[in-house]
């Protein structure tokens, strides 16, 4: 019933930028931490940001992403700036999740393509 699903990606030169979104929807009681995930070609999972009590930035993405969240709308925003074909991959959402029974869950999206070339 809980669902979480991404938009805003596509295709971007090398150094131009991108806003994703993430908008969870369902039986939805609270929300904890939200966080982007990506896997570029060949590459295992890795987490590139989080927002929970306080956002957090990891590995070579520092610096070139921003993470805010909307909770009126239920929704977290990744913004992506100085993008490099390195950073190439299917961007997932992930989140913590209460419905409204009260029961908590993380969730993904079903992930969106970021392409950067030339």
């Known amino acids: 019933q809980v669902h979480l699903v991404e938009s805003g990606g596509g295709l971007v030169q090398p150094g131009g930028s991108l806003r994703l979104s993430c908008a969870a929807s369902g039986s939805i009681f609270d929300i904890g931490d939200m966080d982007w995930y990506r896997r570029a070609p060949g590459k295992q999972r890795e987490l590139i940001a989080s927002s929970g009590g306080i956002t957090r930035y990891y590995g070579s993405v520092q610096g070139r992403l921003h993470i805010s969240r909307d909770a009126a709308k239920n929704t977290v925003y990744l913004e992506m700036n100085n993008l490099k074909p390195e950073d190439t991959a299917v961007y997932y959402c992930?989140?913590?999740?209460?419905?409204?029974?009260?029961?908590?869950?993380?969730?993904w999206g079903q992930g969106i393509q970021v392409t950067v070339s030339p």
């Open positions: 992930n989140a913590e999740i209460w419905s409204d029974s009260h029961n908590v869950a993380r969730y």
